[in-house]
Structure formats: C-alpha cells, structure tokens
C-alpha cells in the first residue's frame, strides 16, 4: 500500500470500494496509526487527567490510596466558591494579567520597532542585554530579587533611604507585594515577547516600508499604517498568551517570594489549586478550583480565537 | 484500542488501591538476617551540622548492628510528609520516618503508622521507656498509644540582642519576663534605635503552629476543643489581640513572616521568639557583631508559661515484621543517652533523657560550657503538647486558622472579627 491515504479517500465511494476486507481495514487504520503516538500522548498526559481531574472535583480524598474517596457531589465547589480565599485568588489572577500586559506586549513591541533602525552591533548588544533576564533560572532570579527588595538591607531600600525616601517592604506590605511580583514575572517575559516581535519585524517585506517613504510618509506613519498591522498577527499572539499563562508564569515567584501573602496578597487560582492539592492534600478542592480555571479559560480562549481571526492582517 | 488503554489505567488504579493493607502484628523478636530499612529524615536534608551528626549516627548504628542497612532518605521539613505520603503511593513502603507533630492525628490513622504498644512486648517498651520524661512521651499519643516516639524537638525561646538593648536604654541583665515587658522594650528599641522591636517565628511557611499556640496556651487559650474549633474563643483569642496591639504599637515588627531569623542575625531584630535549634546558626552569625542571649518564652502577667514543642517523633512505617524489628531497634539507638548526647550538642535540640544532663559521661561537660541551653531546659517541666488536628481536612484546617491569625495580626480590619470568620469557615472542614 503505497499510494496516499488522502488521494484514495477523496475517490466518489463506489469507485474507491476496495478489493478485500483486510485491504479496506488496512486504509481505514492507516491514517490513525500515523496519528497514534500524537494522540496517546494527548490522552495520556492531557485528556485522561482532565476526565480524572473532573472526576475527583466531586470526591473528598487526599490521594491516600489506603483512604476511601468520599462521593461529595457538589460540596467542593460549593466549599471553594463561597471561600474569601478564592474571590480574591479570582480577583488578584485577573490582576496579574492586566499588569503584565504592558512588559509582555506593549514594552516589547515599542522595543522592537525602536531597535529595528539601530545599526548592526549596536542592535544586536542592545537585543541581547534585554534578553538575559529570560535565560537565568526562575528561581535564581527569585532570590536575587528577594535580596534587591529586602526592606531593611536590600540594595533598592538602600537606594530609596540614601534619597532621603522612606523605605517599602516590596514583598511584605499587601499594598506592594502583588505590583511587585507582576514587575518579576514581567521583567522575565520582556525579553522573550521582544525577541518574538524583532522576529516578525524582521520579517516584514522592505518593499512596502520604502514604497510608503517614497510617497512621503513619515515614520510614524510607517509604523502605525504598515508595521502595526502587519505585526498584528503576532500582537494577538502574545496578548493571547499574555490571558491564558500569565498568572501561571508568576506561580514561581508567588512559590518562593511570598506564599501567596502577605494576607493572600499575592495568591491567585494557579497557585491555590496548587496549594490546596500539595499543601493540604485536598485533591477535591483542587480538582475542583482546576475545573473552575479550566471552564472560565476555555470560554476566554475561545473568545481569543474568535478576535484574532477577526482582527488580524495577514501579508498575503 | 482506546476503550483498552481507558480499562488498563482504570484496573491499574484498582490496583494501587487494593494493595495498600493495614496489618498490626506484632514484630519479630530479633533480626537474624540482613535488612534494609529506608529513614525518611529532615536533618539528614539540612545544609547544617545536623546532617552531618545524623550521618554518624546512622553510621554507628549500623556498625552496632550488622545485619541492618540503614537508608537515609533527605527530604525538607515542610515536604516529608508528602513525599512519604507519595512514596506509599507509589507502593515503596517507607520503614522509619521523622515527621513533626501537626500531622500526628493523620499519621496514626490514615498512614497506618504502627503504635509502639502493638508492635513492641510490653517490658522491653517500658525498659527503653524509662528515664524519659513523660511530658515528651505524651506528645506523640494518640488515643493512649504511642505513634510518634518524640526525638528532635525544643520549645520557643526567647533570643535578644544586647547591644540593642542597651542602645535603646534597657538592661540586658534583665530580660522581659512578662508580655507587657516585652511590649515596651520592643516599642523602646523601635524609637530609640530604629531597627525592629519583637518577632515570633509563627507566621512563616515551614514554622507550623507551635509558637503560636505556645503563646496563646500561655494564656489558656486552645486551638480546639475536641471537634469544635476555638482558637477565636476567650484567652486564645486575648492573645492574637495582644500581637496585634504590639503591632499597632510599633513593638512587633512587620517583616518577611517566612526569613525573621534572617532579620535576627543580621542585627535588625531585638527580640526573636523561636524554636532553640536555630540557636547555634544565630551563634554563629551574631559572632563579632551582636551579643546574643536568650531567655524564658515571655509569660502572661503572672500565669505560668505553656511551651509547646517544636520538632519531631520518630515513626515506624513498615509492615514487615523483621524491618518493624529492624525499625524499632534503629527507634531505641536514637533515643537513647549516646544519641541524644549527640544530637543536643551538635544538632541543638533537647536531651528527653534528663539524667544525661548532668552526668558527666554525657552532657554535664557541655551544659557547663553552654549555660544558654539552661531557659530551654527549665521550660521542659511545663512542656504542654502541641495540639493537631483531626480529620481528612486537618491540614486545611490549620492553614485556615494561620491565615486567620496572620490576618487578625497584620490585616486592617478587627482582629476579632477576623479570626472568628476564619473560625467558622474552618469549622465547615472539622469532622462532625
């Protein structure tokens, strides 16, 4: 069987009836052979654990094979939304993508139409010292920034009192901690969305840019009438990503900063689901924020979609 | 094919479910061929002198005993229980495990933890029994039988910096005894010198509830009352409130709840309330810079101080009779008069021996050199267990009442309104 599954399905049904049973079982299976080690994985590491997930959000257990799981029904989800804890987790993730947006789409964008017109070297040191903060370790950069923030010997404290300005407890005060771990999880994503929009920038056919000098346009009007939407594929790229994982990206530095505080400050669903399976061993409670994130990002993500086929511009 | 490979993960989850069994028998009576048995410790995990004292322990065990294998297995405090809880999962059964004390409830029942009256003949427990003091034994009981065989631990003391002391016009000679004491010389070396009053150790990630409830014991407070919560209820609740007005008062410092012992050793910090196995690290620290000195956890008014216990027990895990005996023998090595001569020197808890303290073959050398052990060791007549909590939820529970007690502490609104709501949502996750 060499010819190509594609080309013998298209055949009107009568002229494609093939000649034995064990040859029609052999085209039938063919494209799903090719199409299995794709889709086992996406069973086995995506689609099983959501129907499990799904499952254990109505049982009370804490992953204790020897303990019995408790059919709860609705109780979980009862528990969870009627908790202050998850109103604010709601409230603070929807925060932290807001606050990254500006260093995960706008900075970046401004940067890289900016740095487009700088000369060879110059672009390239330039590009590259944004870069950096992408390639240290979270963790790592966690801790550096922990000692940066400290409040009574961290180098910005220092800074600030030199100034003669009082002092700011960055990851202790409830009315700086959350602005400052959007700035960490930002400062790490600058570099990643400007390295993604030099690309696409990089990419826009120079034709277009000298035909519209030519005419007289100005600078601005270049980037606004030929650059932007040209660009747009990739800014709806980013915003959409930017939605659905920025409040994940933080989870390292809500880990290793703050816990979640101080007073919940800094807590949002991912890390609370996290929480509440691995601090507490309350796998209903976890399973059953998961779902809650899951529902409320996929109706997100398909509103997403929805926009970026209505809005972008394609060079075609 | 998919409707199989659904079926294979199903029985294999049928499976892991069905093999985990409970059987309580008693051990055998001596280990007559080669054994290894797994020790899940948290010191062996430390970066400190405490891994390196826990290794030669375990090295001279094993050399005393040929036939048994000991292997230590590191995992951080605030992850041991996970991870032996994940390990039996995964059906690698752990032998001996130190886990600390708020999970004690959960341990005995739900990690089938052997009681020690069980597993071991009644003279020989009582022989190894004796000499041990009774307030320690108490602590790792549940419902009358011994789970935890109490090994590491200490209670809060109360670590000052002198030097702030006398920058701010106090006399070190003369630590705060009481709350109120304490209370003015933390707003005293706030104004004066502008580094941080007061700070307990009880509000951080891995410090668990033990300060806390030291201090709200020492009140008469309790954290519950059977099944019914009343950390917001009377004394309990005094307590939360008197923090919270050494925080309005500037006395009780704001600080990073999960790094105060930083604070501390770095001279920040006059008064630091916390368990004494930080003490040789702040030792070290302070050397050249601050002088240290700890004294007695403060007291309310003239009502005697309750100290909890910070710290760990030792858990037989295994359900083969040879490694139960192997487990147990390992259990009677290290908590016995060499070891906890050992572990105070060099890892810094308590002895639970008190007849090695002043026994010169033991530790009367090392108490004379290092008096400051002295308040810690006075502090174990009052020792009063530190209470966990019960039900499927009990971990929820208690970070519930933490949040609630950091909330009513540091928050804005009113700490007893505060830590009545979290009391109520607790309760709702209490077995009923």
């Given at each position: 069987?060499?010819?190509?599954?594609?080309?013998?399905?298209?055949?009107?049904?009568?002229?494609?009836?093939?000649?034995?049973?064990?040859?029609?079982?052999h085209?039938l299976?063919?494209?799903?052979?090719?199409?299995?080690?794709?889709?086992?994985?996406?069973?086995?590491?995506?689609?099983?654990?959501?129907?499990?997930?799904?499952?254990?959000?109505?049982?009370r257990?804490?992953?204790?094979?020897?303990?019995?799981k408790?059919?709860?029904?609705?109780?979980?989800?009862?528990?969870?939304?009627?908790?202050?804890?998850?109103?604010?987790?709601?409230?603070?993730?929807?925060?932290?993508?807001?606050?990254?947006?500006?260093?995960?789409?706008?900075?970046?964008?401004?940067?890289?139409?900016?740095?487009?017109?700088?000369?060879?070297?110059?672009?390239?040191?330039?590009?590259?010292?944004?870069?950096?903060?992408?390639?240290?370790?979270?963790?790592?950069?966690?801790?550096?920034?922990?000692?940066?923030?400290?409040?009574?010997?961290?180098?910005?404290?220092?800074?600030?009192?030199?100034?003669?300005?009082?002092?700011i407890?960055?990851?202790?005060?409830?009315?700086?901690?959350?602005?400052?771990?959007?700035?960490?999880?930002?400062?790490?994503?600058?570099?990643?969305?400007?390295?993604?929009?030099?690309?696409?920038?990089?990419?826009?056919?120079?034709?277009?840019?000298?035909?519209?000098?030519?005419?007289?346009?100005?600078?601005?009007?270049?980037?606004?009438?030929?650059?932007?939407?040209?660009?747009?594929?990739?800014?709806?790229?980013?915003?959409?990503?930017?939605?659905?994982?920025?409040?994940?990206?933080?989870?390292?530095?809500?880990?290793?900063?703050?816990?979640?505080?101080?007073?919940?400050?800094?807590?949002?669903?991912?890390?609370?689901?996290?929480?509440?399976?691995f601090g507490?061993?309350?796998?209903?409670?976890?399973?059953?924020?998961?779902?809650?994130?899951?529902?409320?990002?996929?109706?997100?993500?398909?509103?997403?979609?929805?926009?970026?086929?209505?809005?972008?511009?394609?060079?075609? | 094919?998919?409707?199989?490979?659904?079926?294979?993960?199903?029985?294999?989850?049928?499976?892991?479910?069905?093999?985990?069994?409970?059987?309580?028998?008693?051990?055998?009576?001596?280990?007559?061929?080669?054994?290894?048995?797994?020790?899940?410790n948290?010191?062996?995990?430390?970066?400190?002198?405490?891994?390196?004292?826990?290794?030669?322990?375990?090295?001279?065990?094993?050399?005393?005993?040929?036939?048994?294998t000991?292997?230590?297995?590191?995992?951080?405090?605030?992850?041991?229980?996970?991870?032996?809880?994940?390990?039996?999962?995964?059906?690698?059964?752990?032998?001996?495990?130190?886990?600390?004390f708020?999970?004690?409830?959960?341990?005995?029942?739900?990690?089938?933890?052997?009681?020690?009256?069980?597993?071991?003949?009644?003279?020989?427990?009582?022989?190894?029994?004796?000499?041990?003091?009774?307030?320690?034994?108490?602590?790792?009981?549940?419902?009358?039988?011994?789970?935890?065989?109490?090994?590491?631990?200490?209670?809060?003391?109360?670590?000052?910096?002198?030097?702030l002391?006398?920058?701010?016009?106090?006399?070190?000679?003369?630590?705060?005894?009481?709350?109120?004491?304490?209370?003015?010389?933390?707003?005293?070396?706030?104004?004066?010198?502008?580094?941080?009053?007061?700070f307990?150790?009880?509000?951080?990630?891995?410090?668990?509830?033990?300060?806390?409830?030291?201090?709200?014991?020492?009140?008469?407070?309790?954290?519950?009352?059977?099944?019914?919560?009343?950390?917001?209820?009377?004394?309990?609740?005094?307590?939360?409130?008197?923090l919270?007005?050494?925080?309005?008062?500037?006395?009780?410092?704001?600080?990073?709840?999960?790094?105060?012992?930083?604070?501390m050793?770095?001279?920040n910090?006059?008064?630091?309330?916390?368990?004494?196995?930080?003490?040789?690290?702040?030792?070290?620290?302070?050397?050249?810079?601050?002088?240290?000195?700890?004294?007695?956890?403060?007291?309310?008014?003239?009502?005697?101080?309750?100290?909890?216990?910070?710290?760990?027990?030792?858990?037989?895990?295994?359900?083969?009779?040879?490694?139960?005996?192997?487990?147990?023998?390992?259990?009677?090595?290290?908590?016995d008069?060499?070891?906890?001569?050992?572990?105070?020197?060099?890892?810094?808890?308590?002895?639970?021996?008190?007849?090695?303290?002043?026994?010169p073959?033991?530790?009367?050398?090392?108490?004379?050199?290092?008096?400051?052990?002295?308040?810690?060791?006075?502090?174990?007549?009052?020792?009063?267990?530190?209470?966990?909590?019960?039900?499927?939820?009990?971990?929820?529970?208690?970070?519930?009442?933490?949040?609630?007690?950091?909330?009513?502490?540091?928050?804005?609104?009113?700490?007893?309104?505060?830590?009545?709501?979290?009391?109520?949502?607790?309760?709702?996750?209490?077995?009923?």
């Amino acid at each position: 069987m060499t010819d190509t599954t594609a080309g013998t399905l298209a055949f009107p049904r009568d002229r494609a009836r093939p000649r034995s049973t064990s040859g029609r079982w052999h085209k039938l299976s063919t494209p799903w052979i090719y199409l299995a080690p794709a889709l086992l994985t996406l069973i086995v590491w995506v689609y099983a654990p959501l129907l499990e997930a799904f499952q254990l959000s109505f049982y009370r257990w804490n992953m204790l094979p020897s303990s019995p799981k408790r059919f709860v029904g609705l109780d979980n989800y009862i528990d969870l939304l009627t908790l202050p804890e998850m109103h604010i987790a709601l409230g603070n993730t929807a925060i932290y993508i807001l606050g990254l947006f500006p260093m995960s789409v706008l900075l970046p964008l401004a940067i890289a139409i900016f740095t487009q017109n700088l000369a060879g070297r110059a672009r390239t040191v330039y590009r590259t010292l944004i870069f950096v903060p992408m390639i240290i370790a979270p963790v790592v950069a966690a801790i550096i920034w922990r000692w940066v923030l400290n409040e009574d010997h961290g180098l910005l404290n220092e800074a600030l009192s030199g100034l003669g300005l009082t002092r700011i407890g960055f990851l202790i005060d409830p009315d700086y901690a959350l602005g400052t771990l959007i700035w960490i999880t930002g400062w790490k994503l600058i570099g990643f969305s400007t390295l993604l929009f030099s690309a696409a920038n990089g990419s826009i056919n120079p034709s277009y840019v000298e035909a519209a000098r030519m005419d007289g346009a100005t600078p601005w009007q270049i980037t606004r009438d030929i650059r932007i939407p040209l660009l747009s594929p990739t800014i709806l790229l980013l915003s959409m990503m930017t939605i659905l994982f920025g409040a994940q990206w933080s989870f390292t530095y809500i880990n290793v900063l703050t816990g979640g505080g101080p007073l919940k400050s800094t807590t949002n669903i991912f890390y609370l689901l996290w929480d509440y399976g691995f601090g507490s061993h309350s796998v209903g409670w976890s399973s059953a924020a998961g779902m809650i994130a899951f529902a409320g990002f996929t109706i997100i993500a398909l509103a997403c979609l929805r926009l970026m086929k209505r809005h972008t511009v394609y060079d075609n | 094919m998919l409707k199989n490979f659904a079926g294979s993960i199903a029985l294999a989850g049928a499976i892991a479910t069905l093999s985990a069994t409970a059987l309580h028998a008693q051990m055998a009576a001596k280990v007559d061929k080669p054994v290894t048995i797994t020790f899940y410790n948290y010191n062996l995990a430390s970066a400190s002198a405490g891994a390196d004292a826990t290794r030669d322990l375990i090295r001279e065990f094993m050399a005393l005993n040929p036939n048994i294998t000991v292997k230590g297995v590191p995992v951080p405090s605030n992850e041991i229980l996970s991870r032996v809880q994940a390990d039996m999962a995964a059906g690698q059964q752990p032998d001996v495990a130190q886990l600390v004390f708020r999970d004690l409830i959960y341990i005995a029942n739900d990690l089938g933890a052997n009681a020690l009256e069980d597993m071991v003949p009644k003279q020989e427990l009582a022989a190894h029994f004796t000499g041990m003091i009774p307030q320690g034994l108490e602590l790792g009981k549940v419902d009358g039988k011994t789970y935890g065989l109490a090994y590491t631990f200490s209670t809060p003391i109360l670590y000052y910096n002198a030097d702030l002391f006398r920058q701010a016009g106090l006399d070190p000679d003369k630590p705060p005894r009481t709350w109120a004491e304490v209370k003015s010389a933390g707003e005293a070396i706030r104004q004066k010198t502008g580094k941080h009053g007061f700070f307990p150790g009880a509000y951080g990630p891995v410090d668990g509830t033990f300060v806390y409830q030291a201090i709200a014991m020492s009140n008469g407070g309790q954290v519950r009352n059977g099944n019914k919560l009343t950390f917001a209820d009377g004394e309990g609740m005094e307590a939360v409130s008197m923090l919270r007005e050494m925080v309005d008062s500037g006395a009780h410092a704001r600080i990073d709840v999960a790094s105060p012992g930083d604070t501390m050793a770095s001279g920040n910090l006059g008064m630091f309330l916390y368990t004494s196995a930080l003490q040789s690290s702040l030792l070290k620290s302070a050397e050249g810079k601050f002088e240290l000195r700890v004294a007695a956890m403060p007291a309310f008014g003239e009502k005697a101080t309750r100290p909890t216990n910070s710290g760990s027990a030792l858990f037989v895990l295994s359900q083969d009779p040879q490694k139960q005996r192997a487990s147990y023998e390992l259990l009677k090595f290290l908590t016995d008069r060499h070891a906890y001569t050992i572990i105070t020197t060099k890892i810094g808890y308590l002895p639970l021996r008190l007849d090695i303290v002043d026994d010169p073959n033991y530790l009367a050398g090392w108490v004379a050199e290092h008096p400051m052990i002295r308040p810690n060791l006075e502090q174990l007549n009052r020792l009063t267990a530190n209470v966990a909590f019960p039900g499927p939820n009990y971990r929820q529970v208690e970070k519930m009442m933490m949040d609630g007690v950091r909330e009513a502490i540091f928050g804005k609104g009113d700490a007893v309104k505060t830590l009545q709501t979290a009391q109520t949502d607790a309760q709702r996750l209490m077995p009923r």
